[in-house]
């Protein structure tokens, strides 16, 4: 006992903070790592033998003098744990704190240490461990706890500052305007994450790593440093949330969703403790209300597209301004399913209707999100209707039918040419409105050339001229009037206009081409016989081809250029 008073006497007094020698402005653990070592093991040794001396003599003198250098001991130890965290900012960053949490040990220094290799944070880090412990075993734990709360909760604080987080109060986000709001949203996104899986991560695992003594301690530790920050962190989502915003607005919902929950389980085992269990539950409150908010703008984009009443005809039948934002909004839509999906099977679509009853059962068919899925298929339900009421402001059926198939295939190749969305349809449902799309552009081609192909002979029998004449004459009367109308048609996409075109010509040529051998050389006397025959059946497939390009042909332009294309055909037929 008295070897030990008087080893510690001999170290703790070298380095009394209080004595006017090199050591009062010299750190201990910067100076010398051996006899840093050495001073911790003398106070411990000094405790032991004040322990000793208050069971077997607490009025001894020695107890008097080891109660004075454990003070001194104490008050140089203060300040060494001050120095170490106030200087060494560097090597307590949370990445440096997160790479050294997997190799730390229990010894409070390391015997073998090689400066070369081993990382400066793992030094600084054992060297407030050992600090600590001694402190907190000395009776000093107020003490050290107290500079450790101080100097990390600011390091934090600053660290959060400079990621672009505020203290967020509802009354001035509601004041901020919605360009501004959206830029603090996509840089909350980016900071949460390295917020939480950096910054209070590593600043978990280095107060776990100092305070692994104490249980109580370094929670109280982390509380008093991360929680007060950390909820407010979480307090902007819900305050987002609250926001009476358009349904456009749902995607930074969603981003704010996305990023919450892709973040949980971290956020579960940084905040285990109950004393920051608080963290936990503004989380989850701002989940609860995110998801309330997402759904709410899914019903208000449904109802934008049922209240549509813009009244303004597209011009020839084209694809209508509803049809792609509505499309190019779902197409967005499904891009988020991960987000989507739990708040869909937390509020089903009754099952009220028919068309949506047909619907459940074609997506039951595949294996899919049924949900979703059903979800997806009913906006577009809702838009095709929509279509449909739009469809029957058109004064021209054939118009109509035009409209509704142009604007239907825009619908399935958008879905079509989008992973998500083909993967939550399924290619049944992609067949079945193929099919109907099938049947719109049939019921267009009938009404808008069904005259042209009654207008010439039905069954095969010997005509005279003067019915062969006829026949020309009204063949030319109905195909020039449905080309002049057709001509102004719209058909936007390449493929479907060839289809149209291609249906078109093979019910329409061949049976001209035929009518046209037959009864032409009969008719070859005639007098003005161009005005009679105006069309060849190689110029009639011309014509077709020039179709859905949007370019109305005036009746007289039409008749010229037919008649100027058969001045020679006298000559041509002699």
């Given amino acids: 006992m008295d070897e030990a008073i008087a080893r510690a006497e001999a ?10 020698s090199f050591t009062k402005i010299v750190s201990l653990f910067n100076h010398s790592r051996k006899e840093a070592k050495e001073f911790i093991k003398c106070v411990r040794d000094l405790r032991k033998a004040m322990h000793f001396l208050v069971s077997q003599d607490s009025q001894s003198p020695k107890l008097a003098l080891a109660q004075t250098l454990m003070q001194i001991a104490m008050t140089r130890l ?19 704190v997160s790479g050294q949490s997997s190799t730390s040990t229990n010894s409070e220094f390391e015997d073998d240490y090689d400066e070369d290799v081993e990382k400066a944070s793992a030094v600084v880090m054992s060297d407030l461990k050992a600090i600590a412990e001694c402190m907190i075993s000395c009776g000093y734990g107020k ?50 994450k ?21 249980n109580s301690t370094r929670e109280s530790c982390f509380y008093e440093i991360a929680n007060e920050a950390a909820t407010n962190l979480f307090k902007f989502p819900e305050f987002v949330a609250k926001e009476k915003k358009s349904h456009e607005r749902i995607f930074s919902l969603m981003d704010l969703q996305a990023a919450i929950s892709n973040l949980w389980q971290d956020i579960e085992m940084i905040f285990h403790y ?24 899914l019903t208000d984009f449904e109802s934008t597209v049922h209240k549509d ?43 009220n209707t028919r068309l949506l009853e047909s619907y459940v059962i074609m997506l039951e068919e595949e294996e899919h999100n049924h949900a979703l899925s059903v979800h997806f298929a009913w906006l577009i339900l809702v838009l095709l209707c929509k279509l449909d009421t739009k469809a029957e402001h058109y004064k021209d059926v054939s118009l109509s039918y035009l409209f509704i198939a142009n604007n239907l295939h825009f619908i399935i190749e958008t879905v079509r040419s989008s992973d998500h969305l083909r993967h939550l349809l399924g290619e049944d449902w992609i067949t079945k409105h193929d099919d109907k799309l099938s049947a719109y552009a049939a019921n267009y081609e009938i009404s808008a050339w069904s005259y042209v192909y009654m207008s010439l002979p039905e069954e095969p029998r010997e005509l005279s001229p003067e019915e062969a004449k006829i026949y020309f004459r009204r063949f030319h ?44 050389p009969m008719l070859g006397q005639e007098r003005n016989i161009e005005m009679l025959v105006r069309f060849k059946p190689d110029n009639l497939e011309n014509y077709i081809s020039d179709l859905f390009h949007g370019t109305p042909i005036l009746a007289s332009s039409s008749v010229s250029s037919s008649s100027s294309s058969w001045m020679s055909l006298g000559r041509v037929l002699g």
């Fill in 194 to 214: 390295i917020g939480v899986t950096t910054l209070f991560r590593g600043e978990k695992l280095l107060c776990d790593h100092v305070f692994s003594a104490s």
């Fill in 309 to 351: 009443s813009t009244k303004a005809l597209t011009p020839g039948g084209g694809i209508h301004k509803l049809t792609r934002s509505t499309m190019s909004f779902i197409s967005s839509l499904s891009e988020h399913s991960s987000v989507l999906s739990e708040i869909l099977t937390d509020h089903p679509l009754p099952r």
């Fill in 477 to 520: 009367s109905a195909f020039e009037e449905a080309y002049m109308k057709q001509s102004s048609r719209v058909v936007p996409d390449a493929k479907l206009r060839d289809e149209l075109k291609v249906s078109i010509a093979k019910k329409l040529v061949p049976e001209y081409r035929e009518f046209y051998k037959k009864y032409l």
């Fill in 143 to 192: 003490e050290c706890v107290k500079i450790y709360k101080r100097i990390r909760k600011s390091i934090v604080d600053e660290g959060l500052s400079l990621l672009g987080i505020e203290a967020y109060k509802s009354s001035r986000l509601h004041r901020t305007d919605w360009v501004t709001l959206d830029y603090m949203i996509k840089n909350w996104t980016k900071a949460a």
């Fill in 11 to 20: 170290i703790i007094k070298k380095w009394d903070p209080n004595t006017p």
């Fill in 78 to 96: 203060e300040k060494e744990f001050f120095q170490i965290l106030s200087s060494n900012r560097d090597k307590l960053d949370p990445e440096s």
């Fill in 274 to 297: 109950d004393s920051v269990s608080g963290v936990k539950s503004q989380a989850l409150m701002s989940l609860q209300k995110l998801k309330v908010s997402i759904h709410n703008a």
